[in-house]
């Protein structure tokens, strides 16, 4: 039903910012309601919650390590979904993964199991 492809990953230094994007190139994203979650996943370890975004961007999660750093939204048009990334560490190297679900955004949504849909991923490698 979608087709996410993630963009924006690179090379940055310590500190740096990136904007990452989740474009649904089928553009159902444009329908109510689909909620996307941007996860990211080091090697050797598991993928992991990054934040989440409500169709309407009414409700947003983050995970405690990125609050205040990192930004997820959408405009009125819905697609694509960002996820600006500010101060970047180097522990923060991943390749980055959107996701998606058709609903309203899920309490579990911190969870991969929630997120039916996914993209190739980006890779963000932070430099220091």
């Known amino acids: 039903q979608v087709h996410l492809v993630e963009s924006g990953g690179g090379w940055v230094q310590v500190g740096g910012s990136l904007r990452l994007s989740c474009r649904d190139s089928t553009r159902t994203f444009e329908n109510y309601p689909w909620a996307v979650g941007w996860f990211r996943q080091a090697p050797g370890l598991e993928r992991e919650f990054v934040a989440a975004?409500?169709?309407?961007?009414?409700?947003?999660y983050y995970t405690d390590s990125v609050k205040g750093r990192f930004t997820i939204s959408r405009d009125n048009a819905k697609n694509p979904v960002y996820l600006q990334m500010n101060s970047l560490q180097p522990e923060e190297t991943a390749v980055y993964y959107c996701a998606a679900v058709h609903s309203l955004l899920p309490a579990t949504a911190t969870m991969t199991t929630s997120f039916p849909y996914w993209g190739q991923g980006t890779q963000v490698t932070v430099s220091s």
């Open positions: 975004i409500s169709w309407n961007g009414g409700s947003v």
